[in-house]
């Protein structure tokens, strides 16, 4: 079992930068790929990043790729996400997921737990 709890969202001007927290409970933390996902009011939940268990392989959807920055420190059991030039389009509830396995996913049905989620608004 895995408890996420996700951090660091709020409001943001077009072009800023925030860096979203996810802290995990459990001993076992480390042997979980990890995600971020997004969901806009109206539309489905969507992949933006995933990182192998060990933090050596990461994936980034198109939309995503060169402004957000995956990274986890299983010393902390806490995943990143660092989100530079963010637009309004980026607003939405940002969850981060855990999937048994080393490898890393960028479907829902691969991910196993579920935060909360924290809102990112993105003004222009």
């Known amino acids: 079992q895995v408890q996420l709890v996700e951090s660091g969202g709020g409001l943001v001007q077009a072009g800023g930068s925030l860096r979203l927290s996810c802290a995990a409970s459990?001993?076992?933390?480390?042997?979980?790929?990890m995600g971020w996902f997004r969901q806009a009011p109206g539309k489905e939940r969507e992949f933006l990043a995933a990182?192998?268990?060990?933090?050596?392989?990461?994936y980034y959807a198109d939309s995503v790729k060169g402004r957000f920055t995956i990274s986890r420190d299983n010393a902390k059991n806490t995943v990143y996400v660092q989100m530079n030039s963010l637009k309004p389009e980026d607003t939405a509830v940002y969850y981060c997921?855990?999937?048994?396995?080393?490898?890393?996913?960028?479907?829902?049905?691969?991910?196993?737990?579920w935060g909360q989620g924290t809102q990112v608004t993105v003004s222009s």
């Open positions: 459990g001993r076992t933390f480390s042997s979980y790929a």
């Open positions: 990182i192998s268990w060990s933090g050596g392989s990461t």
């Open positions: 997921a855990a999937g048994q396995g080393s490898l890393y996913y960028t479907a829902r049905s691969q991910y196993n737990y």
